[in-house]
Structure formats: structure tokens, C-alpha cells
């Protein structure tokens, strides 16, 4: 499923894919995939509600999983910049949307990331874009809050790292269990943060009673 690095190419300002091509080669095999599926769940992929429907899944796929061809680290480096500040630096409320790969059904949430640098900060659009980096791709949530989490860790090797993920997930509402208002939480922590005293602080400042995990 992964893409044509060359058909999502990079911006050399911020290391982000551009989401306008697709791989023609990729399209055509997954489009003919999803008319077989169509036809085996009793429809008709030649009428005119679906006749175009496999290339629009197969286009909608591939930039639903860009996610396999970004350099998350690599974004981060793009705007590494040293500076002595000591002080918790969070990014909060960054919209997040994945696919589950148990249902491939969305899941979407907030995700609520923080930091303490160690002589080196990070522009702070990065930190969303390396959310987005992992989220898109086929995921469970708590292996997303570990990487996300792993990746700011290894890449500025802070003084301790945060990360909360707060989403709710339609394989539970749509099907399943079918609990409409269901929030499945997620936390991982480093450093610093595994002080209750520090870890309270950036629950607080999240906006959250109490620390999670």
C-alpha cells in the first residue's frame, strides 16, 4: 500500500508530502480489486453511482496510508534550531485521523503532545506533522502514542517527553460493541515526565484532572 516516493513528492521547506498525485500503477490495481469486492457483496460496479467508485477508493487509500513515505524524524530535523530552554513546550488539540488496522475503519481524535528540550527546540508546526506521519497509516492507537512519543525522543533527545491520545474509534460505534460516546485513551512517557509531580502539570495544562497510565 505504500506510495511512489516520487509520485508524493517532498517540500524542501518542511519535509511534507504533497497530497495532489497519486501512482497510476497503484490506483489501477486496488480500483480492480474493489470492483471484485463490489460484485461479491451483491452490487452492480458498472451502474452509474458506482462506476467510478473503485479509482475514487483507490485514490482516497493512498492518501489515507501517505503516511508509509514521510520521514517523521526527518521533519523534525528540518527545523531543529539550539536554544537553552528548560521550560515544558506542548503542542495540544492536534487533530489526529488514522485507519484501525484490525477493521480499517477511522479512528480520530485529539492528540496532546509536550516536551522539555535539552538545548535543542523544534519548530512547532513539526510536531503535528510528525502526528500526522504516523497516524496515516493503518495503526492501533497505542502503538501511535509510542512512536509518536519514540520519535520526539530520539530525534531531540529531550529532557522528557509527553504524549496523550485522546480518539474515538467506528469500529466500536459502527459495528461491534456499538458504544456511540466510547473515548479510548492512550498515554506514553519519558524522562522528566515520569515524575507524578511534572506528569500533573502537563495533565493540568491538557486540561485534564488527573494524569493518565
Do not use: W
Not at 453511482?49 to 489515507?64: C, H, I, M
Amino acid at each position: 500500500m505504500a506510495l511512489n516516493k516520487q509520485m508524493f513528492e517532498e517540500n524542501e521547506m518542511d519535509g511534507y508530502a504533497r497530497r495532489d498525485q497519486y501512482n497510476p500503477v497503484l490506483v489501477q490495481r486496488i480500483a480492480d480489486n474493489y470492483r471484485a469486492i463490489l460484485k461479491d457483496l451483491g452490487e452492480d460496479p458498472a451502474r452509474e453511482g458506482l462506476r467510478n467508485t473503485p479509482e475514487r477508493v483507490a485514490k482516497s487509500l493512498q492518501f489515507l496510508t501517505h503516511g508509509y513515505d514521510l520521514d517523521p524524524a526527518g521533519i523534525l530535523r528540518s527545523a531543529m534550531f539550539s536554544e537553552q530552554y528548560q521550560q515544558m513546550v506542548i503542542v495540544k488539540d492536534i487533530e489526529l485521523y488514522s485507519l484501525c488496522e484490525h477493521h480499517m475503519l477511522p479512528f480520530f481524535g485529539k492528540c496532546h503532545v509536550a516536551y522539555i528540550p535539552n538545548g535543542q527546540i523544534v519548530g512547532l508546526s513539526k510536531i503535528p506533522r510528525v502526528v500526522d506521519a504516523f497516524a496515516r497509516r493503518l495503526q492501533v492507537q497505542e502503538r501511535l502514542t509510542v512512536e509518536i512519543r519514540d520519535c520526539i525522543e530520539q530525534t531531540l533527545k529531550p529532557i522528557g517527553v509527553a504524549v496523550v491520545i485522546e480518539a474515538q474509534h467506528l469500529c466500536m460505534v459502527m459495528r461491534g460493541i456499538q458504544k456511540q460516546h466510547s473515548i479510548a485513551t492512550t498515554s506514553a512517557f519519558t524522562g522528566e515526565f515520569d515524575a507524578d509531580r511534572t506528569r500533573a502539570e502537563f495533565m493540568r495544562l491538557i486540561g485534564r484532572s488527573a494524569p493518565v497510565g
